[in-house]
């Protein structure tokens, strides 16, 4: 079971929207191509139908998604507590240097200011129920590191 914020829930069920209104164009790519006559040689008809195929996996992936995970409900969460969704401001403490994170049950790869870790790596479990003033150990690929938790926003 994977555990979501509820912004993380409604841009998933976005994306599902969008991705089953895509259907309709698709078909008619493939009926366009099919037009053309011979399949066996009809570059456009196998493109049309490659798409078609990864727009249904994506759509039965994001369908499961949203069937197994669960909304985090952050009402009963301490302010001062990391829990899923929130930014939490680090302070490596070998170098002093600053660092948000925010604490996600999936990547977006979207663009902010924010690095985005996951609840299931080292860093997002390694947070997890951290309070300000904490150090908390991380054991990362190139070694163990130690953050202190500078501010949750």
Known sequence: MELITADEKKQIEAKLEQLKAKRGDITKEIAEARAQGDLSENAGYHAAREKQGL???DIRRL????????????SDVPKDMVFLGAVVKLRDT???RETLY?????????????????????????LLKARVGDVVKVDLPRGTKRFEVVEIK
């Open 63 to 74: 369908e499961t998604r949203l069937a197994t995970a669960k909304v985090a409900d952050t």
């Open 55 to 57: 727009n249904e996996a």
């Open 94 to 96: 070998a170098s002093e």
């Open 102 to 126: 925010k604490v996600v049950g999936e990547a977006s790869q979207r663009d902010t200011d924010e690095i985005e870790v996951t609840v299931q790596s080292p860093m997002g479990e390694a």
